[in-house]
C-alpha cells in the first residue's frame, strides 16, 4: 500500500531507526511499510497515525 | 508488537542464541539417536536405557521450542512474526506432499533414499530456514 511515511518521517528529520524506536517495531518494518512491501495491522496504523498527529487515510492511500 | 533499538539488538541476540540453542539442541538428538542404534546392535543398552537416552536427547529441543515461543510471541514485532510464521506455513505446505509422495513410492517399490530419524528432524528444519528466507525476500 502506497503511503507518506517517507515524506512525514523527513520532515521530522526522523531516521528510520528513529521511527521504529517511536513505533516499537524495527528498522527493517519500517522499511517494509515505507516501500510499500508490508502493510500494517490497525493497531500499527493507529499508532502511525497517533505519532503524525493525522488520519489513517491520509497517510495510507488503500487505491494503491 | 515490542521492540525497537536497543530491543532489536536484544531480539537479534536472543535469535542467534536461539539459533544456536537450535543446532545443539538437534545435534544431541541426534547424538542420542545415534547411541540408541549403537546400542541396540552392540547390546550395552537394555530396552529403558535406550528410552531413558531417547527421552534425555530430547529434552534439548523442548527446551529451544519454548525459546523459540517467548521469541515469537514477546521479541518480534508484527511484520518479524509474519515473516517466521509464513516461514512454518511454507514448511508444512511442502513438507506433507513431499512425505506422501515418499511413502508412496517406497510402498509401490520404487528405490528412493532411506530416511533416517536425523533426516526426518533435519527435513522440516531445512524447509522452515528456506520458507523464512522467502517470506523475509518479500518485504524487503
Known sequence: ?64 | MSQSGSSQTEARVAGSALYGTYVVSLAVSMFGNLLIRIGAEAGFLSPWGMALVGVAASIPLVVAAVMFWRLLRRDLDEMLQRIVLEGFAFALIVYIPLTALYVNLRTAGVWVPRLDPPDLLMGPALLVAIGVALAHRRYQ
Not at chain 1, 7 to 20: C, F, H, I, K
Open chain 1, 1 to 64: 500500500m502506497k503511503n507518506s511515511l517517507p515524506q512525514l518521517r523527513a520532515e521530522r528529520g526522523w531516521s528510520q531507526g528513529d521511527l521504529a524506536e517511536r513505533l516499537e517495531v524495527s528498522r527493517q518494518t519500517v522499511n517494509a511499510l515505507e516501500r510499500g512491501k508490508y502493510d500494517p495491522s490497525l493497531p500499527l496504523a493507529f499508532k502511525i497515525a497517533k505519532l503524525f498527529d493525522r488520519s489513517i487515510e491520509t497517510i495510507f492511500d488503500a487505491n494503491n
